[in-house]
């Protein structure tokens, strides 16, 4: 079992950075794939970037490559998300989550956080 808290969410504007961060507590942390997904108002929860186990492999959608770093620490039991150029279009929910494959799909991860809000302001 793995619980999962996001943090560093708030009101930034355009152009401005934003650093979440998702800590974790329960058994295994290190072995476990952990991505951020993202839900706008009204829309579909979309995936935004996930990191494998070890950290080596990192993958990101298109609408955040190149502006956002997915990191983690393990010996933290924590996974960073680095905001940085946001667009007003970043504004939504953003949720951490892990689980066995790095994959994009929301359905292949287990374990999910609360969500913590990002508003990008023009």
């Known amino acids: 079992q793995v619980q999962l808290v996001e943090s560093g969410g708030g009101l930034a504007q355009a152009g401005e950075s934003l650093r979440l961060s998702c800590a974790a507590s329960g058994r295994s942390f290190d072995t476990r794939v952990v991505a951020w997904f993202r839900q706008a108002p009204g829309k579909e929860r979309e995936f935004v970037t996930s990191i494998s186990r070890a950290g080596v492999i990192r993958d990101y959608a298109d609408s955040v490559k190149g502006r956002f770093t997915i990191s983690r620490t393990n010996a933290k039991n924590t996974v960073y998300l680095q905001m940085n150029r946001l667009k007003p279009e970043d504004t939504a929910v953003y949720y951490c989550?892990?689980?066995?494959?790095?994959?994009?799909?929301?359905?292949?991860?287990?374990?999910w956080g609360q969500g913590t809000q990002v508003t990008v302001s023009s």
């Open positions: 989550a892990a689980g066995d494959s790095n994959v994009r799909l929301s359905g292949a991860y287990d374990y």
